[in-house]
């Protein structure tokens, strides 16, 4: 918890921000009410009978017995109102095409596609993958599956097509949705025939939707696969949009636990639409004006919420864009800011120190004075890079709005309003109104001011997800069973508070990394390195990294137990690429003789961690070996002095 100075609201921001003084009290006086409130934003068929209903717990029902469909709020109701010609999207390309898209416009070929998917024969309850980069057409297949109540999943583009191919069959998906190839930091890759094995003998698969993006020509599957472009253009323009029940389950996000497998958190209709659609207002303080931009890949947890269903609920302007970074400059974000006039840049910690790293001279080359609100998500954000934004990007004039939240909360959690909460640089504040949280240690006891123990859940909100797709005994387990007694969700992460209540998190407390906002298993990891002809054991940890946050190193002892051979690295990251995907690459191999390993077998990560960490005194005495830390602690020193090319 380092010591930083405050941050106030600046007050003309303060002047005129949509949430006013007040809100939280109210809120934590009557939180069913306020969240009645915030539903009320919406737009129902059928008004819900009860707000929550904890019946089911851990699952709960939120404005049960409502009716609504998703897509109609994100769009039939922002035409209905005469805005139609509104600017929805303004996409980039990465090789620097664009294309601007109207409410109407968007609502037009939503209508389409619901109707094509319709004749490919998905029904409500039935869900589609997505595998597609950053297009127009992955948000208006979203918003077509809302439409017609069908289950989405996006998978990252990033992925390989095994981990593509465990979505889908996990899913039981009918239609997966993907492009003909993608561009990738300035190359046109091909992504068709990885589709074509990640769905082979998967009979459930129908059909395969394709969308042109490189135009490169692709392998066809003639009877399963279907032109997007083709299926579009013979259907009609108008989709009569049925409703749905607000626990309608509207898509499955998959996150990294502490296995090797996967979760598959299901987020349904109603509650999470309310709490998406409030946040989003609440903290991006979002106005017709608006130009809005949160970089995030679509594929992942925070563009579902704070790009397809809260903005677009909001009926704001947004800006998405296909590509790198850094491609094919490092200052592309800014010329993108510039460009469109964004006025809200939603952003993540590691690509701040990334921008670091070139000077502030790099955010000096724009005019950035369009911009009046900042925010941060997927890992803290340490106080050197929150300044930095503040100052270089924001100029000084913009709030930073750093947002705690998972796969799991669907929405933020824990964040400044940006009019009210003081901020100070490394906390996400304070649980927003509606929820609670608190950190307490084992036995459930709040831990003293500066004290680290678990981040809890104490009160929920609406876009909590109801469980895991297949497995609800994990959901209950993961999450619930620590703190059953008293009802509270475990978030994983450790944290502590300050003398204020403001929020710091710390580390993860499972073994679950997290690479530059991204959450990958050890677990996975180590069981990809392990399938691998030449690895017999391997034990991956998150090391501390000046930009990426955490950097994987993968611990491996090989099957002929021999020398380090300087291809076996290579050799590894391409199979963990070809396994999880590029993502998940081991930063560096180190191989070792051993392992330190409990008297059960489990390897001690713990331990390995710390020494990559610089930690030292860790409890060695649960080791059946404790000399087998000194052979890992000499090869670490041994692969830093020839890695550091001392
Ligand atoms: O460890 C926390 C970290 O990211 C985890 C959630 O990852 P994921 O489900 O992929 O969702 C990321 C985007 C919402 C959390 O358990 N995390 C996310 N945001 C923050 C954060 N840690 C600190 N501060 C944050 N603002």
Same mark, same amino acid.
């Given at each position: 918890m380092p010591d930083v100075e405050t941050y106030p609201p600046p007050p003309e921001f303060a002047a005129r921000a949509h949430v006013g003084p007040g809100v939280r009290e109210a809120a934590d006086a009557d939180p069913l009410g306020f969240w009645a409130e915030q539903a009320a934003r919406l737009q129902w068929d059928r008004p819900w009978d009860t707000v929550h209903d904890d019946r089911d717990w851990?699952?709960?029902?939120?404005?049960?017995?409502g009716r609504l469909n998703v897509a109609v709020n994100c769009l039939d109701r922002h035409l209905d109102a005469g805005r139609g010609g509104k600017v929805a999207l303004h996409w980039e390309g990465e090789p620097g095409d664009r294309r601007t898209v109207t409410y109407a416009q968007l609502h037009?070929?939503?209508?389409?596609?619901?109707?094509? #998917?319709?004749?490919?024969?998905?029904?409500?309850?039935?869900?589609?993958?997505?595998? #597609?980069?950053?297009?127009?057409e992955t948000v208006v297949a979203t918003m077509a599956c809302a439409r017609i109540g069908a289950v989405v999943s996006l998978v990252f583009g990033g992925f390989s097509a095994d981990a593509l191919r465990f979505r889908v069959a996990d899913t039981g998906a009918t239609v997966v949705v993907a492009s003909d190839g993608q561009f990738r930091r300035g190359a046109a890759v091909p992504v068709k025939a990885a589709v074509d094995e990640a769905v082979a003998g998967l009979d459930h698969v129908a059909h395969v939707l394709v969308v042109r993006r490189t135009g490169d020509d692709v392998p066809w599957t003639a009877g399963r696969d279907v032109w997007w472009d083709e299926l579009l253009e013979r259907q009609p323009a108008e989709h009569p949009a049925p409703s749905f029940p607000a626990e309608h389950p509207l898509f499955i996000v998959?996150?990294?636990?502490?296995?090797?497998?996967?979760?598959?958190?299901?987020?349904?209709?109603?509650?999470?639409?309310?709490?998406?659609?409030?946040?989003?207002?609440?903290?991006?303080?979002?106005?017709?004006?608006?130009?809005?931009?949160?970089?995030?890949?679509?594929?992942?947890?925070?563009?579902?919420?704070?790009?397809?269903?809260?903005?677009?609920?909001?009926?704001?302007t947004q800006v998405i864009y296909e590509g790198s970074p850094l491609t094919p400059h490092p200052g592309r974000h800014f010329e993108v800011i510039e460009r469109y006039g964004v006025?809200?840049?939603?952003?993540?910690?590691?690509?701040?120190?990334?921008?670091?790293?070139?000077?502030?001279?790099?955010?000096a080359g724009y005019d950035l004075t369009s911009l009046r609100l900042l925010g941060s998500v997927g890992e803290a954000i340490?106080?050197?890079?929150?300044?930095?934004?503040?100052?270089?990007?924001?100029?000084?004039?913009?709030?930073?709005?750093?947002?705690?939240?998972q796969s799991e909360t669907g929405a933020a959690v824990v964040a400044p309003l940006p009019g009210q909460t003081p901020s100070k640089p490394g906390s996400a504040t304070l649980a927003l109104p509606g929820m609670a949280v608190a950190v307490v240690d084992e036995d459930g006891r709040e831990t003293k001011p500066g004290v680290e123990g678990n981040l809890v859940i104490t009160r929920p909100g609406p876009a909590m997800a109801r469980t895991v797709w297949g497995d609800h005994d994990r959901f209950v387990r993961s999450y619930w069973a620590?703190?059953?007694?008293?009802?509270?969700?475990?978030?994983?992460?450790?944290?502590?508070?300050?003398?204020?209540?403001?929020?710091?998190?710390?580390?993860?407390?499972?073994?679950?990394?997290?690479?530059s906002g991204h959450r990958l298993s050890s677990i996975e990891l180590e069981s990809a390195l392990v399938?691998?002809?030449?690895?017999?054991?391997?034990a991956v940890v998150g090391a501390p990294d000046d930009v990426t946050g955490q950097r994987i190193v993968a611990f491996v002892i090989t099957r002929a137990g021999g020398d380090d051979d300087s291809g076996l690295a290579e050799e590894l990251r391409a199979h963990v690429a070809a396994r999880v995907g590029a993502v998940a690459k081991p930063r560096e191999v180190v191989v070792v003789t051993d392992l330190p390993k409990t008297r059960s077998g489990?390897?001690?990560?713990?331990?390995?961690?710390?020494?990559?960490?610089?930690?030292?005194?860790?409890?060695?005495?649960?080791?059946?070996?404790?000399?087998?830390?000194?052979?890992?602690?000499?090869?670490w020193t041994e692969h830093r002095r020839t890695s550091s090319g001392a």
């Amino acid at each position: 918890m380092p010591d930083v100075e405050t941050y106030p609201p600046p007050p003309e921001f303060a002047a005129r921000a949509h949430v006013g003084p007040g809100v939280r009290e109210a809120a934590d006086a009557d939180p069913l009410g306020f969240w009645a409130e915030q539903a009320a934003r919406l737009q129902w068929d059928r008004p819900w009978d009860t707000v929550h209903d904890d019946r089911d717990w851990p699952t709960a029902r939120w404005f049960d017995g409502g009716r609504l469909n998703v897509a109609v709020n994100c769009l039939d109701r922002h035409l209905d109102a005469g805005r139609g010609g509104k600017v929805a999207l303004h996409w980039e390309g990465e090789p620097g095409d664009r294309r601007t898209v109207t409410y109407a416009q968007l609502h037009e070929q939503v209508q389409r596609l619901a109707n094509g #998917l319709t004749e490919l024969g998905v029904g409500p309850g039935d869900r589609v993958v997505l595998y #597609l980069p950053v297009l127009v057409e992955t948000v208006v297949a979203t918003m077509a599956c809302a439409r017609i109540g069908a289950v989405v999943s996006l998978v990252f583009g990033g992925f390989s097509a095994d981990a593509l191919r465990f979505r889908v069959a996990d899913t039981g998906a009918t239609v997966v949705v993907a492009s003909d190839g993608q561009f990738r930091r300035g190359a046109a890759v091909p992504v068709k025939a990885a589709v074509d094995e990640a769905v082979a003998g998967l009979d459930h698969v129908a059909h395969v939707l394709v969308v042109r993006r490189t135009g490169d020509d692709v392998p066809w599957t003639a009877g399963r696969d279907v032109w997007w472009d083709e299926l579009l253009e013979r259907q009609p323009a108008e989709h009569p949009a049925p409703s749905f029940p607000a626990e309608h389950p509207l898509f499955i996000v998959y996150t990294s636990g502490t296995t090797g497998r996967p979760k598959g958190l299901v987020h349904t209709s109603g509650g999470y639409l309310t709490q998406a659609s409030w946040t989003h207002w609440a903290l991006f303080d979002a106005r017709d004006d608006d130009v809005y931009w949160c970089q995030a890949d679509l594929a992942w947890v925070t563009a579902h919420t704070y790009v397809l269903y809260g903005p677009l609920s909001n009926g704001t302007t947004q800006v998405i864009y296909e590509g790198s970074p850094l491609t094919p400059h490092p200052g592309r974000h800014f010329e993108v800011i510039e460009r469109y006039g964004v006025t809200t840049y939603y952003t993540a910690p590691t690509l701040v120190r990334t921008f670091m790293k070139h000077g502030p001279q790099l955010p000096a080359g724009y005019d950035l004075t369009s911009l009046r609100l900042l925010g941060s998500v997927g890992e803290a954000i340490n106080p050197e890079a929150w300044r930095w934004l503040h100052e270089h990007v924001g100029g000084g004039r913009c709030p930073v709005v750093d947002t705690w939240w998972q796969s799991e909360t669907g929405a933020a959690v824990v964040a400044p309003l940006p009019g009210q909460t003081p901020s100070k640089p490394g906390s996400a504040t304070l649980a927003l109104p509606g929820m609670a949280v608190a950190v307490v240690d084992e036995d459930g006891r709040e831990t003293k001011p500066g004290v680290e123990g678990n981040l809890v859940i104490t009160r929920p909100g609406p876009a909590m997800a109801r469980t895991v797709w297949g497995d609800h005994d994990r959901f209950v387990r993961s999450y619930w069973a620590p703190y059953a007694d008293r009802r509270w969700y475990l978030a994983g992460d450790s944290a502590s508070r300050d003398e204020d209540g403001y929020v710091w998190i710390g580390g993860r407390i499972d073994d679950v990394l997290n690479v530059s906002g991204h959450r990958l298993s050890s677990i996975e990891l180590e069981s990809a390195l392990v399938s691998h002809p030449r690895v017999a054991e391997a034990a991956v940890v998150g090391a501390p990294d000046d930009v990426t946050g955490q950097r994987i190193v993968a611990f491996v002892i090989t099957r002929a137990g021999g020398d380090d051979d300087s291809g076996l690295a290579e050799e590894l990251r391409a199979h963990v690429a070809a396994r999880v995907g590029a993502v998940a690459k081991p930063r560096e191999v180190v191989v070792v003789t051993d392992l330190p390993k409990t008297r059960s077998g489990k390897i001690m990560r713990r331990l390995v961690a710390d020494m990559t960490a610089g930690r030292t005194g860790g409890d060695t005495t649960s080791l059946t070996d404790p000399a087998s830390m000194g052979a890992v602690e000499s090869a670490w020193t041994e692969h830093r002095r020839t890695s550091s090319g001392a």
